[in-house]
């Protein structure tokens, strides 16, 4: 455990960052697997989920809680998901 008033500050600080982006995280986890639910079972809300987790992700880099290369990888696959499936249902 920290001594100086300083070093127990930084960890109460760490602790509550963690916090903070462990829920981020985890808020994101959910929405993409929603999306992915709902793009399979070719609901018509994808496309606006799509456009929700795009966002999310897009805030998460801004407060670099992810990386852009996770975040762009991410929007890639579920968008390449969505225009495959989009095919076969026309």
């Known amino acids: 455990m920290p001594i100086k008033k300083a070093a127990i500050k930084a960890l109460r600080q760490s602790k509550k960052r963690e916090k903070r982006n462990q829920n981020v995280k ?5 929405l993409i697997k929603k999306t992915q639910k709902n ?11 799509i456009h929700m987790v795009q966002k999310a992700l897009d805030k998460a880099v801004q407060k670099k809680i992810i990386k852009k290369n996770t ?14 499936l989009s095919k076969n249902k026309k």
């Open 26 to 30: 985890k808020n994101l986890k959910d």
């Open 39 to 49: 793009i399979f079972d070719k609901k018509e809300e994808a496309k606006e989920m």
């Open 71 to 84: 975040a762009s990888r991410k929007k890639s696959r579920l968008m390449k998901k969505f225009n495959i």
